[in-house]
């Protein structure tokens, strides 16, 4: 068995899409939840278990538990394969073939930040750690915590690392390529990272591909130094913590979003595991596709200073655009979340999540302190800030609710509001996603359901179906020909060997024919879709020779439009008969 094959044959699909996709079951092998590759609040992704394939109904993705990894993760085939085998305890084989340039490269960058990260904790526990060390008993970190997070320190040499990498004959454009070294431009290279307090950054999966380092110094600029973008690294597309986070997040159903590494080790130490943070970069809806893959009730937790809240505010609209609950936690005494958890404790932090505003009362407070409702001009601004808010809620009633609900909050009238959200609400670019229609037969599904749910009960034979000429004409006539020429290898007409067959489009109709319904159809069904399908056949034929008729009398070929004449009308009886 080729090694991909062994893969997929020990590893369950359910289990790896039930990492990013909550699922639920749907019938005897299938499973349905929210799609993680479009936004949609009722759920038409699916999985079936025995096929080892997925589907979304509404946005058409497909594949296999290989193209789930690739896409979900962003990374190419082979490394998707050693993730799967690593994560399964399958040893790879140690022949090259699996490892192509890509993954080669992704590897030596992902060995150096193992390297790194062994450095920073070596360092942070040795002489030379004592300032970190002491700024984090000022931050009061346990060592637990600090032993949990891989918190680690950047000596101030500048060389630490790179001799380091040196001695394991990495290159130096491998060195500049992580992102962990930098490039003079006299060409020769350092550190990034001096006397930093380091926090490693970890995927969904749990390697580490990037950095963050607080300075310790006073004078030290930027107080906060990050990775760049690397191959292995895209900022728009992580959250820290969230591979730590993510089981909490979804046993409790929701998740809490700070800004900035501290607050996530802060308020997770505080026994609030379900805590993700954006560092520093702007909430993307990448971001947001990654939580929702998890929970879709988001608790958003910024500084509370006013570049905090200007973030929180700009959140907001990517959080709705993906349909996610939002509820905006607001702490008092000026404290960030790590400082509220320190000072105050676990109870009272639990106090202020539970107090949390909507995101809309949360808005209208800020537009409310900004303008004075009293004047014309002040109602109007308050209005205007809500717009872009009102414009990502899609369903009409929710939106009318709240526009009762403002309204009643400004002391404005109904009316008045209700008038500025529609018109907000009309000028809002809708691209809803066409549900696309179900492109084959109910018969042809039927046939091809029961052919490799329960082979048992198809309704006839391969040859029987080779019989029926109609077959030929159908959407999904690439299946069929590749059922036969699977029949006609002798290697059996399993699901695998006719997927194998097909190109994309063919698989996908594949799909689209085995997963729309929960299981296959009883025998009596499987029956009546083969003869519904020889009825289409006669039917066809009839049509034929009727043209072939009007043909042959149009070119004054009497004598055998008539002798086609006799055969058509042998022919309806006999359909006749057959009903
Ligand atoms: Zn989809």
Redesign the pocket.
């Known amino acids: 068995m080729d090694f991909a094959e062994q893969v997929k044959s020990t590893v369950r699909i359910e289990d790896v899409v039930g990492e990013v996709v909550r699922l639920r079951k749907s019938g005897a092998y299938r499973f349905m939840g929210l799609?993680p590759?479009?936004s949609?609040k009722t759920p038409?992704?699916t999985v079936h278990a025995t096929l080892q394939i997925y589907k979304?109904f509404?946005?058409g993705?497909a594949g296999d538990v290989f193209s789930f990894v690739m896409k979900t993760q962003g990374v190419g085939f082979f490394e998707a394969l050693k993730l799967l085998a690593e994560r399964h305890g399958i040893p790879m084989p140690k022949r090259s073939q699996y490892a192509d340039e890509d993954s080669r490269k992704r590897g030596a960058l992902f060995q150096l930040h193992e390297l790194a990260q062994e450095n920073f904790r070596a360092n942070l526990l040795g002489a030379a750690g004592e300032t970190a060390r002491n700024y984090l008993a000022r931050r009061g970190l346990s060592p637990d915590t600090i032993e949990r997070f891989g918190l680690g320190y950047s000596d101030r040499s500048g060389r630490a690392l790179l001799r380091l990498f040196e001695q394991r004959d990495f290159s130096g454009s491998q060195m500049e390529e992580s992102g962990l070294a930098g490039r003079r431009q006299d060409g020769s290279l350092y550190d990034r990272f001096r006397n930093r307090l380091m926090f490693p950054i970890h995927n969904e999966s749990g390697k580490i591909i990037g950095f963050g380092g607080r300075a310790l110094a006073d004078d030290d600029q930027p107080k906060y130094l990050n990775s760049p973008e690397t191959p292995i690294y895209k900022k728009s597309h992580v959250l820290y913590n969230l591979h730590r986070a993510k089981d909490a997040i979804r046993k409790e159903d929701r998740v809490i979003l700070v800004e900035g590494y501290m607050d996530a080790i802060g308020v997770s130490a505080a026994g609030f595991a379900w805590v993700v943070a954006s560092c520093g970069t702007a909430l993307t809806a990448q971001h947001v596709q990654a939580l929702k893959r998890h929970t879709s009730r988001i608790f958003v937790n910024f500084d509370p200073d006013a570049p905090g809240a200007n973030a929180a505010e700009r959140s907001i609209n990517t959080l709705l655009a993906e349909g996610m609950q939002a509820r905006m936690v607001e702490l008092d005494g000026e404290l960030d979340p790590d400082e509220y958890c320190r000072e105050r404790g676990p109870a009272a932090y639990q106090a202020r999540l539970d107090g949390a505003k909507g995101y809309f009362h949360w808005l209208a407070d800020r537009a409310r302190n900004k303008y004075d409702v009293h004047t014309q001009e002040g109602i109007v601004g308050v209005l205007q800030a809500l717009l872009p808010a009102v414009q990502q809620i899609a369903d009409p009633l929710e939106r009318d609710a709240m526009a009762g609900d403002v309204a009643g909050y400004i002391g404005v009238e109904r009316g008045l509001v209700l008038d500025s959200f529609r018109k907000a609400v009309a000028t809002r670019q809708d691209k809803p996603l066409e549900r696309p229609k179900a492109v084959l037969r109910p018969d042809e599904r039927m046939v091809l359901r029961t052919l490799f749910l329960d082979p048992e009960n198809a309704g006839g034979t391969i040859e029987e179906l080779k019989s029926i000429e109609t077959l030929g004409r159908l959407p999904s006539r690439q299946i069929f020909q590749a059922i036969f020429a699977a029949a006609a290898d002798g290697g059996g007409v399993t699901f695998e060997a006719v997927n194998a067959r097909l190109e994309d489009a063919g698989r996908q109709l594949l799909a689209e024919a085995v997963l729309r319904e929960d299981a296959a159809g009883s025998r009596e069904e499987a029956v009546a879709a083969i003869a519904s399908l020889r009825r289409a056949d006669t039917e066809d034929r009839r049509k034929q020779v009727k043209l072939r008729i009007k043909e042959l009398e149009r070119s004054g070929n009497l004598e055998e439009a008539l002798r086609l004449y006799a055969e058509l009308q042998r022919m309806e009886r006999e359909a006749k008969g057959a009903q």
């Open positions: 799609c590759f479009h949609e038409s992704f979304c509404s946005c993705e």
